[in-house]
């Protein structure tokens, strides 16, 4: 029968004993998990980084991995920070290696390989041709977290204008970034700048944001010789995996523009909200 997680085990009426089952601590742990990975912490500790010779250092960090997706049933994998040693490319060619768990907790290296063969990824990273040891090799991999049932996986993207400077009216793509998400969700997105005229005739700016192309959301922004704020926030649904969002700016009208650069900063920010039902 089911025991409660955490409460002593029992001698039954027969003898026998009723206690805590690897099988439900893995069904708790199922369910505290929206998807295998990475479990939060400090994000910049959690990258991978080459050494002076043919091996990769890997931080201490905890992995959450499914046991069976379909019964919701998982396990925590602790690693300590380790140094996995790696062979030498080949000629000298450049390599993707993937930095991964197994479920015996033991990190391994699958080399010229852009996915594991089991487990959970912990990083992607690209040998340059002619490297004499892995220093130089560079991640090209976003990190995916295990994210607690419902949390928020917080800010995903974010960009900020250094202000300054003419900004053209014509299409002009101001900042792009892919992101990653574990389940459906509801994003939400900020946009908000203040500007004004080159020149005293004026005109409007706008700011493109999309999503994949597809979802786009417009603000427009008038201006003239005087500062002027402004602000948008939209919201809208995106499903599991990966996206790209942009944000372009487009003028209309005889004058170009310029942005702030004091406390009134031209800033973009793409927020997870939450799983979407």
């Not at 997680?5 to 001698?11: C, H, R």
């Not at 991999?141 to 250094?162: E, N, V």
Request: charged share 20%; net charge neutral; with cysteine.
């Amino acid at each position: 029968m089911a025991h409660p997680l955490g409460l002593p085990s029992e001698q039954l009426a027969d003898g026998s004993w009723a206690g805590t089952t690897p099988q439900g601590i893995q069904r708790v742990l199922g369910q505290m998990y929206m998807n295998a990975g990475i479990v939060p912490g400090n994000r910049t500790e959690h990258r991978v980084v080459g050494t002076t010779g043919w091996s990769y250092d890997v931080p201490a960090l905890t992995a959450f991995m499914w046991i069976s997706h379909s019964a919701r049933r998982g396990v925590l994998v602790p690693v300590e920070a380790e140094t996995v040693p790696v062979s030498a490319p080949v000629g000298g060619a450049s390599r993707t290696d993937t930095i991964y768990i197994d479920l015996d907790g033991v990190v391994k290296v699958a080399e010229g390989k852009t996915s594991a063969p089991a487990g959970v990824e912990i990083d992607r990273m690209v040998i340059p041709a002619g490297a004499t040891n892995t220093r130089g090799a560079v991640s090209n991999w976003d990190i995916k977290y295990a994210i607690p049932t419902g949390a928020s996986l917080g800010r995903l993207a974010f960009w900020a204008h250094p202000g300054s400077g003419t900004v053209k009216k014509p299409v002009t793509t101001q900042f792009t970034k892919r992101f990653y998400v574990p389940s459906d969700r509801l994003v939400k997105l900020d946009m908000g700048t203040t500007l004004r005229a080159t020149g005293s005739a004026g005109g409007r700016a706008e700011f493109l944001i999309d999503i994949d192309g597809s979802w786009q959301r417009n603000l427009a922004c008038h201006h003239d010789s005087q500062w002027r704020s402004y602000h948008g926030s939209w919201s809208t649904g995106v499903s599991v995996g990966e996206h790209t969002v942009t944000v372009k700016t487009q003028g209309y009208g005889t004058d170009d523009w310029t942005f702030n650069t004091n406390n009134f900063r031209t800033e973009f920010s793409l927020w997870d909200m939450g799983a979407d039902d």
